[in-house]
């Protein structure tokens, strides 16, 4: 099946700073969508991005899809940006998780 | 409007005995995704339904895994013979024809 791989896996930042993080997957996808899981599990959309780039607020995203892999920028990050975020792929109804960067964001 | 609910938020059980878990997706919503994350860990593909097609079913663990789904709509998850390896929390998420996917808050099952 096709491979996910997000990249770093952990991440810690100073309040105010700016990261950018990444995805890779193996081969062509249908969509591919971020999400943050907060401390208390929930799963919160924060972008839909089969290619291109958007942006909302503070975040925005950019899928390269012909070379295979998404990146995700969060700028003067704040303590609330503190979780794990998640990159998944759709390909044939069949849905892939990459294994999540955490990201701490101190004050 | 109502996001995906899923219920029962918390659920204990002993090894060996079934569980159920709900799922009520978004009003509309023609796809409804099972997944389960055990602690510190990404998310596991289970089960996908869209609309009357077979569901795809491939991420299913074992044959204590089941689930169906109602009337294009509610979904449960059934495991029977619970064994500890099964505590986890159980993510249900839905979507439209544009794919981008709702989660529900989950629920977490704790197997003794």
């Known amino acids: 099946g096709i491979q996910v791989e997000q990249s770093p896996p952990d991440l810690i930042l100073q309040e105010g700073a700016n990261s950018t993080l990444r995805c890779n997957f193996s081969?062509?996808?249908?969509?591919l969508q971020w999400f943050h899981q907060n401390p208390w599990g929930q799963l919160i959309n924060l972008f839909y991005?089969?290619?291109g780039t958007k942006q909302n607020g503070r975040l925005s995203a950019t899928t390269v899809a012909t070379e295979r892999y998404s990146l995700l920028y969060i700028s003067s990050s704040q303590t609330t940006d503190s979780g794990v975020y998640f990159c998944a792929v759709l390909r044939a109804g069949k849905s892939t998780f990459g294994d999540g960067t955490t990201l701490t964001v101190k004050p | 409007g109502a996001g995906v609910s899923q219920s029962p938020s918390n659920k204990v059980t002993e090894k060996g005995k079934d569980v159920e878990l709900r799922c009520d997706p978004i009003s509309g919503h023609t796809a409804l995704y099972w997944y389960r994350q055990s602690l510190g860990q990404g998310l596991e593909f289970l089960i996908y339904f869209q609309g009357n097609s077979a569901p795809d079913k491939s991420g299913l663990p074992s044959d204590r895994f089941s689930a169906e789904r109602t009337g294009g709509s509610v979904s449960t998850l059934t495991i029977q013979r619970t064994q500890q390896e099964d505590s986890a929390v159980y993510l249900c998420?839905?979507?439209?024809?544009?794919?981008?996917?709702?989660f529900g808050p989950g629920t977490r099952l704790t197997v003794l």
């Open positions: 998420a839905s979507s439209s024809f544009t794919d981008t996917q709702y």
């Open positions: 081969d062509s996808v249908n969509n």
């Open positions: 991005i089969p290619s």
